[in-house]
């Protein structure tokens, strides 16, 4: 009786994902691309751009790195990074992903600001000397 069970539980979870794909459960999908436009993109599930996770949310730290690269365009990487390390002492679980992060947002400040040393007047002490690294990465 047990085998049975874990059987059909086992059957349900390989065909259930496809059966909502083939439904259109997951049909179509609002990305938000770029601040500008986000209403007017939609990608369709069936484009063949779906990841290998469809149906899962994304990680609580691509969200974040998302989120704070858009800031550091809308207004400065001063921002970004005062922000990093209020998500990262609110979510200590983020903290780990802190340096990542904080590299990105250099690499993106760099690519904002041109010159290195304008980029780097914007360090913060978040996460050691990532943002640093991240702008001497980008030079």
Known sequence: MNSAARRI???????????????????VTRVPWSSKTAESQVLAASSGKVSTKAG????AQDALRDRLLVEL????????????????????????????????????AV?????????QAFSRPVCDTSFASGVAAAQ
């Open 73 to 108: 365009q809308e207004k400065d990487p001063g921002v970004a990074l005062t922000h990093l390390q209020e998500a990262t002492t609110a979510r200590p679980s983020l903290a780990k992903h802190c340096a990542s992060i904080a590299r990105a947002l250099g690499r993106a």
């Open 56 to 59: 899962t949310a994304r990680s």
């Open 111 to 119: 690519a904002k600001y041109g010159a290195a040393h304008r980029a």
């Open 9 to 27: 539980g086992r059957t349900l979870a390989l065909v259930l994902p496809v059966v909502l794909v083939l439904s259109g459960t997951l049909a």
